[in-house]
């Protein structure tokens, strides 16, 4: 007698083991999670071979191997998943699991990108903006970085900005700079949030505004970024869009300091 398979049951099947995995995985029960995600995988799911891949990465639930993670991303990227054809361009990048190479990467990269995938948009995009496996062109990094950018990418809002300020790959345009560097400033980016502090500190090209400075540099320190910090104990040193406090100076320019801020140090050795 030969059984038919309902394949309809074994996808429906796999997605439940997928959910069960995904619940245990957030509530940090890794092994549980990896029990259900390698069920599901071996059904075919690509969802779970690409999440055991990044189990496999950081060791959650398993033994760390960037071997093993390679292998399932693989899997996953043969059924097109983007996420892990992504994945098996970032092995490719850094050398995880495999021999480094950057035009291997590229191929990965590019593949999911032209699926949508924001995050190989803007990793593409660095590849043509850095000359990585592929000859440096960033007039293309610019395209790459719109199209991620559009979606919601603040790492790729953040580098359209700089391509607006600096006129990489495009006519300069500071009030198109000002509105990407914002975009990623509202994506909790520390240094958009500190390029725009700059911005509006200096002047020129953008409206001169010393309270909008004040606020991005505070932003941005708050999220630790030590240039942040030192310009914001520079605005309390000199009443920079806020009343001046040296106390408040030197409470920033320390914090800044201890994170390795060369500028900062020699403020402080200069007031000691």
């Known amino acids: 007698m030969r059984f038919v398979t309902d394949n309809n049951f074994a996808k429906k099947h796999a997605e439940e083991q997928y959910k069960i995995a995904e619940d245990y995985y957030e509530n940090g029960e890794y092994e549980l999670a990896v029990k259900y995600f390698k069920n599901a995988a071996k059904s075919g799911h690509a969802k779970s071979q690409n999440k055991l891949g990044i189990c496999y990465a950081t060791g959650r639930g398993v033994v760390q191997s960037y071997y093993n993670a390679l292998q399932s991303y693989m899997q996953a990227a043969e059924a097109g998943y983007a996420g892990a ?61 719109k199209s991620a950018a559009s979606q919601g990418d603040a790492n790729a809002q953040y580098s359209l900005g700089v391509c607006y300020q600096n006129g990489l790959g495009t006519e300069p345009d500071y009030k198109k700079a000002i509105k990407w560097y914002e975009n990623a400033a509202e994506n909790d980016d520390a240094v958009a949030m500190y390029n725009l502090g700059c911005m509006y500190n200096i002047g020129g090209e953008a409206e001169q505004d010393d309270d909008m400075a004040h606020e991005y540099f505070a932003k941005s320190a708050e999220l630790g970024y030590a240039p942040a910090m030192y310009n914001l104990g520079m605005c309390y040193e000199h009443g920079v869009g806020v009343d001046a406090d040296m106390d408040v100076a030197l409470k920033w320019y320390k914090k800044a300091a201890d994170l390795g801020d060369e500028l900062a140090a020699e403020k402080l050795n200069e007031l000691e």
């Not at 990269?109 to 593409?124: D, P, T, V």
């Open 85 to 145: 054809i992504h994945n098996v361009g970032l092995c490719y990048y850094h050398g995880y699991g495999v021999e480094k190479s950057y035009p291997t990467a590229l191929v990965y990269f590019r593949q999911a990108a032209e699926m949508g995938y924001a995050k190989s948009q803007y990793n593409l995009a660095c590849c043509y903006s850095e000359g990585k496996g592929v000859q440096k062109d960033e007039k293309t990094a610019f395209e790459w970085y």
